[in-house]
């Protein structure tokens, strides 16, 4: 089983930055994607950025040239540099993962969010 934890959420004001993290832990996988969706209130859940382990960043185009996707491969960890924030930015942000394990191919798994707050 994979689990994917994330941290590096909080209370912000506009203008603000945050930096979320999510490790990737379990036992023989292999990631293809991960990436950050977000949700707000009375909203359905978004894609936001996702990286692929060779290295390709994709982004919503409302956080192009403010969020930044990074990766970690030896630790299994994505990060979302999150700068010049929006009180719109207020969700809770996902970690999402692909990933193949056990001989299962592009398995989807999620986090349990994390809650960012920009104040205006």
């Known amino acids: 089983q994979v689990q994917l934890v994330e941290s590096g959420g909080g209370l912000v004001q506009a203008g603000g930055s945050l930096r979320l993290s999510c490790v990737a832990s379990?036992?023989?996988?292999?990631?293809?994607?991960m990436g950050w969706y977000r949700q707000a209130l009375g909203k359905q859940r978004e894609l936001v950025a996702a990286i692929t382990w060779g290295g390709s960043p994709n982004y919503a185009d409302f956080v192009k040239g403010r969020f930044t996707i990074s990766k970690d491969n030896a630790e299994n960890t994505v990060y979302l540099q999150m700068n010049s924030l929006k009180p719109d930015d207020t969700a809770v942000y996902y970690c999402n993962a692909n990933i193949d394990t056990r001989g299962y191919i592009g398995m989807n798994y999620w986090g349990k969010g994390t809650l960012v707050t920009v104040s205006s």
């Open positions: 379990g036992s023989r996988f292999a990631i293809n994607v």
